[in-house]
Each structure stands twice: as structure tokens, then as C-alpha cells.
């Protein structure tokens, strides 16, 4: 929760010291001043609705199995089309996915995550195939916060990769925390 306290319980003031960047009054109210937004976020004088359910934060990955796992993928050249990644480090279902580098020579090239392997076309997960880059150039790091399951439980991270203008290969890095 957000919170600003001013004053002291007892009404004494704080030690102002010997500093004089900051001045302290010399009496502060009796009672504490507490001032809290509706949502515990941020100053209260914030208008605005804030959606932080799209953030994870460490806690949220903490009491899942232990301490969060760092998993990766490192692929080798892919060509265009369906791309399914799996290697021995990954070996989970659900990650939170927190970037993904892709190296390719190409000028023009777009990028989709998939839930399962039944391929960009069929796009049948529960949740549709989400575009993470369009007209991407060249090499291009996409830093994401994207809670990922794996809806076959293949332990793969599906993608689509469609490149523009020809048939240029493209590799993949992805890197994440293992999740329940």
C-alpha cells in the first residue's frame, strides 16, 4: 500500500541535525497524517486507473516452485513459417518470457508467439496468436513481460517468423523464469 506518513505518533519532532538542505519544522501535528491512494499505488492525487495485472514482480515468481528458475533457448537458423523451441534448460510448460532476440539479415520481418504446436494457420490456442514484432530490421531484442504456457505441454515456445521480403533464415534467443 502506498502511504506518506507526516508527524509522529507523540508529537515530538525529529532531530533536525546540523545539515540545512532540508529543513525540518519544529512541531509536526499530534497525530499522524497518513495519506493513502484507493489503489496503494502511487500519489494520491493520481486520477487515473492503473492495470499492473500484465506486470509480474519477483514475489509473484517466488512462491512458485521455490526460487524462480532462469530457463533459455538458443535456436539454430530457422527458416520463415512455424518454429517450435524447446533444449534441455527450457524443459517447463509455463514461463514468464522476458526477452526474445532475433538475428536475422532480413529488412522486414514480422513475429508471432503461439500457445501450442498446431502452427500459426490453425490458430486454435486459447489464446490466439499475439504479434510481437512488425517490420522488425534486421537484428532486433524484444523485451517482453509475457506469462507463457505451453497449451500441449510439449515444453516448447511456438513461433511464427514470417520474413517480408524473401527467405532470410533467423535465430532465436529467449530467456525467461520458470513458473508453476
Known sequence: MGA??????????????VGNSIPIPQTLPKDPLVLVDALG???????CVCDLSNYVTFDDLAALEGEPMYVHIVSS???????HLTSSDWN???????????????NNWDLYILQNGNGFVVNDAQIPALRLMTRGKG????????????????KTVHLYYRDNTGSSLA?????GFKVK
Open 41 to 47: 499505488i502511487g500519489p494520491p492525487t493520481w486520477e
Open 139 to 154: 537484428n532486433e531484442d524484444i523485451i517482453i513481460d509475457l506469462a507463457y504456457e505451453d497449451e500441449d505441454a510439449s
Open 77 to 83: 537458423a530457422s527458416p520463415e513459417g512455424d518454429i
Open 4 to 17: 506518506i506518513l507526516l508527524g509522529s505518533a507523540d508529537g515530538t519532532p525529529p532531530n533536525p541535525g
Open 171 to 175: 535465430k532465436f534467443y529467449i530467456a
Open 92 to 106: 517447463v510448460d509455463r514461463a514468464i518470457i522476458k526477452m526474445i532476440r532475433v538475428e536475422t539479415t532480413s
